[in-house]
T-cell receptor, first 118, second 112 residues
Framework: DAGVIQSPRHEVTEMGQEVTLRCKPI?????LFWYRQTMMRGLELLIY????????DSGMPEDRFSAKMPNASFSTLKIQPSEPRDSAVYFC????????????????FGEGSWLTVV | QKEVEQDPGPLSVPEGAIVSLNCTYS??????FMWYRQYSRKGPELLMY????GNKEDGRFTAQVDKSSKYISLFIRDSQPSDSATYLC????????????FGAGTTVTVRA
């Protein structure tokens, strides 16, 4: 399997621009996560989808952030307008089950999208 | 105070040494404990998973959980340069908890 595929791998954009990050989860997985990783805050869950439905978006920092999952094989995370403090690595992850609480539900992370907002 | 505390290091050891990593936590409801390994510019990958207290061994890796002390450890025996990475602990209360509580991660360098 190709694993979780994210694009773009790197993005440098100017403040105020719209940023769209894309994710293709592992085929057959019904849980999808978007995480953000920074030095200051570590790894934070932004939003969780189950069967394409957003279940928990309490980690989305502001209304500038939005995420969609139109089908089982594609998800986007959009930031509009972007700000310098949004600079971080954004990871998409997927799993077969609901959570990592059981061995069979291993969460697989993509390689991340490295976002720099200048 | 963070729910999960992990010393970010960095930790530098010679090849062949034992690497000892640990995390403390405050939520006594946590029952599922994980260690993730993250290579530079890559995503985290699950390394070890344990349920409740006790030890689990997988090759050169041993995970220990002491729920009474709210303390978990990861030991890497006979460390190799390929073990150089950031190690993150993570934990959850329920088997269906989708939200994991992560530590900050400890960066380890194994010198050849």
């Amino acid at each position: 399997d190709a694993g979780v595929i994210q694009s773009p791998r790197h993005e440098v954009t100017e403040m105020g621009q719209e940023v769209t990050l894309r994710c293709k989860p592992i085929s057959g997985h019904n849980s999808l996560f978007w995480y953000r990783q920074t030095m200051m805050r570590g790894l934070e869950l932004l939003i969780y989808f189950n069967n394409n439905v957003p279940i928990d978006d309490s980690g989305m920092p502001e209304d500038r952030f939005s995420a969609k999952m139109p089908n089982a094989s594609f998800s986007t995370l959009k930031i509009q307008p972007s700000e310098p403090r949004d600079s971080a690595v954004y990871f998409c992850a997927s799993s077969l089950g609901v959570g990592q609480g059981a061995t069979g539900n291993t969460i697989y992370f993509g390689e991340g999208s490295w976002l720099t907002v200048v | 105070q963070k729910e999960v505390e992990q010393d970010p290091g960095p930790l530098s050891v010679p090849e062949g040494a034992i690497v000892s990593l640990n995390c403390t936590y405050s939520n006594s409801a946590f029952q599922y404990f994980m260690w993730y390994r993250q290579y530079s510019r890559k995503g985290p990958e699950l390394l070890m998973y344990t349920y409740s207290s006790g030890n689990k061994e997988d090759g050169r890796f041993t995970a220990q959980v002491d729920k009474s002390s709210k303390y978990i450890s990861l030991f890497i025996r006979d460390s190799q340069p390929s073990d150089s990475a950031t190690y993150l602990c993570a934990m959850s209360a329920g088997s269906n908890d989708y939200k994991l509580s992560f530590g900050a991660g400890t960066t380890v360098t194994v010198r050849a």
